[in-house]
């Protein structure tokens, strides 16, 4: 299973919000329209129903077509109910009002299942975590990733600064918060720089092609060049005090 770090997943989400609607990232900070995302943008159709008597499972996402049990709450009894792949099925509670904020990010977190995990599940015929599985079947390990990308869709880095500096004054500058952010922008440059020696032993020695060699050195040489931009200013910044 592949695993993501948060910068992964932090990109990740504002690439598909970026794809969405650009405007978003830079407007004043408003609600992500999760729901038009999943069903407008990404196709998925959106079904409505108790999954489960207890009502704790919240959401479902199917990859593949499946005969999917639900809770008949007429009946008194677990029915099934045929879903086809790219359907995200709700619990119908969450369309309670008052229940917005889970309903929200259970689209948020079904679509993260969409988006990161459909290798791990299409062809298995079998849906994502929950619904089918009992509690402890489900991979913590896809759940993390579903929820941390959740909470970077509803919530890119960028706008919720802006909400909190709209409220918040903006922390001034300070000769030891400057002196400290250029002391670790340095070390993330040296740490950079050491890493093309380590790949460049790698291709002397063989392990690595000229071409991967180059092409790893271009990447790591950009980020180089942001930090180091990112250094002068700072720089500049600390002068002005
Ligand atoms: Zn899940």
């Known amino acids: 299973m592949k695993s993501y770090d948060r910068p992964t997943l932090a990109a990740i989400a504002r690439n598909v919000i970026k794809k969405y609607d650009p405007y978003l990232l830079y407007c004043e900070p408003c609600a992500v329209p999760i729901e038009k995302i999943t069903e407008q943008f990404y196709g998925l159709d959106v079904e409505y129903c108790h999954l489960r008597k207890n009502g704790l499972v919240l959401g479902c996402t199917i990859f593949d077509n499946t005969l999917l049990p639900i809770w008949d709450a007429d009946e008194c009894q677990y029915g099934v109910m045929r879903v086809n792949g790219g359907t995200i099925v709700i619990e119908a509670s969450l369309l309670d009002e008052r229940k917005q904020g889970r309903l929200r990010f259970t689209f948020a977190h079904e679509l993260a299942h969409w988006l990161l995990h459909k290798e791990l599940y299409v062809g298995e015929g079998i849906a994502a975590a929950s619904a089918?599985?009992?509690?402890?079947?489900?991979?913590?390990?896809?759940?993390?990733?579903?929820?941390?990308?959740?909470?970077?869709l509803l919530m890119p880095k960028n706008q919720v600064k802006r909400a909190f500096y709209a409220i918040h004054d903006k922390p001034k500058d300070t000769k030891k918060t400057l002196e400290g952010r250029i002391m670790a922008e340095r070390k993330a440059v040296k740490t950079l720089e050491n890493s093309i020696t380590k790949i460049f032993t790698s291709m002397v020695s063989g392990d690595m092609s000229t071409d991967a060699f180059l092409g790893k050195k271009g990447v790591i040489n950009t980020s180089i060049g942001r930090k180091n931009a990112i250094i002068k200013k700072l720089e500049t910044r600390l002068a002005a005090l």
């Open 132 to 152: 089918i599985k009992t509690s402890l079947e489900v991979n913590p390990v896809v759940e993390r990733q579903a929820d941390v990308l959740a909470s970077y």
